[in-house]
Structures are given as C-alpha cells and as structure tokens.
C-alpha cells in the first residue's frame, strides 16, 4: 500500500519557520519528481514546490519564491519543505505528492499520489 505521510504542521507566528516532511512507503519514488502543493479554506489547491528525481532542479510559487526550499533524502524516502518568513497568507493545509514522472510539474494533475495533509497556521 503506497502512503505518503505528512508531518512538522503547526501554528507559528508570522516570521517564524516550519520545515514539514513527507516520508513515503508502500514504493519508491527515487524517480519521480516530488511536488507539495497547499489549500486555504475556500480556495482552490494550489503549487508551492516542486523537486525533480535527482534533486537537480526545484520550481517555487512566486508566493513562496526565497522563502520556502523543497528538498529530498532518497535513500531517507523523504522530502523536505523548510519554510522561513512565514506570512499569515501562507495559513492552509499543506500536501505532500508524488508525480508521475521525473520532471518536476506546477499541474497538481501530474501528480497521481498525495498524502492526507498537515495543517499549518501562521498568526500575524
């Protein structure tokens, strides 16, 4: 059974850090790009950060753009997702997810594996 589990949410006051993680089990996703994606209440899911197989290159949201860094242990079956400068904006829930290849996607649609989400609230 493929899992990807989230954890490192929390509250924290704006300006402060987070770094959440994401251990996968079930298979390996050592070749597939690996992507965190996040959703505010009434808004819709939208890309945060992408990282390709061989952590060779990360896309950012300009929202989280010098902020945020994503990052990946294969040998850990974990990624990464340091989070500093934290704004009250930056308040959802945040997902951890697989792609279905090994180039990094802004798609959430690219992705066929997700975890079930981690809360993270950020107060000004």
């Known amino acids: 059974q493929v899992q990807l589990v989230e954890s490192g949410g929390g509250l924290v006051q704006a300006g402060g850090s987070l770094k959440l993680s994401c251990a996968t089990s079930g298979r390996t996703f050592s070749s597939n790009a690996m992507g965190w994606f996040r959703q505010a209440p009434g808004k819709e899911r939208e890309f945060v950060a992408a990282i390709t197989w061989s952590a060779g290159i990360t896309y950012y949201a300009n929202s989280v753009k010098g902020r945020f860094t994503i990052s990946r242990d294969n040998a850990k079956n974990t990624v990464y997702l340091q989070m500093n400068s934290l704004k009250p904006e930056d308040t959802a829930v945040y997902y951890c997810?697989?792609?279905?290849?090994?180039?990094?996607?802004?798609?959430?649609?690219?992705?066929?594996?997700w975890g079930q989400g981690t809360q993270v609230t950020v107060s000004s």
């Open positions: 997810a697989a792609s279905n290849g090994p180039l990094g996607s802004r798609s959430r649609y690219d992705y066929n594996y």
